[in-house]
């Protein structure tokens, strides 16, 4: 999945976010919390969000330190003379 990918994901949520919100507010439905400002707040936390977890997770994936297979894997490399 490409970065561009993801903006599209967080624009199409964006979108929907902002389609609820007018479809509630054409039916009088007013919450204090849904706004367009918390909608774009949301959406702003998501923007920063999803490289977060992107990284967090290639880190893990490529670190040998956190799960047994890792330190088994990272074992037989060594003895093989690869690491």
């Known amino acids: 999945m490409t970065t561009d990918?993801?903006?599209?994901y967080?624009?199409?949520?964006?979108?929907?976010?902002g389609a609820l919100y007018a479809f509630?507010?054409?039916i009088n439905v007013e919450y204090a919390f849904f706004n367009?400002?918390?909608i774009d707040g949301a959406l702003g936390v998501l923007t920063a969000?999803?490289?977060f977890v992107l990284i967090v997770?290639?880190?893990y994936k490529n670190t040998y330190l956190v799960t047994v297979e890792a330190k088994?894997?990272?074992?037989?490399l060594k003895q093989r003379g690869l690491k």
């Open 36 to 38: 367009p400002e918390s």
């Open 5 to 8: 990918k993801l903006k599209q």
């Open 72 to 76: 088994k894997q990272e074992a037989l």
């Open 10 to 17: 967080v624009a199409f949520a964006g979108g929907l976010l």
């Open 57 to 59: 997770y290639g880190i």
């Open 24 to 26: 509630l507010n054409s």
């Open 49 to 51: 969000a999803i490289p």
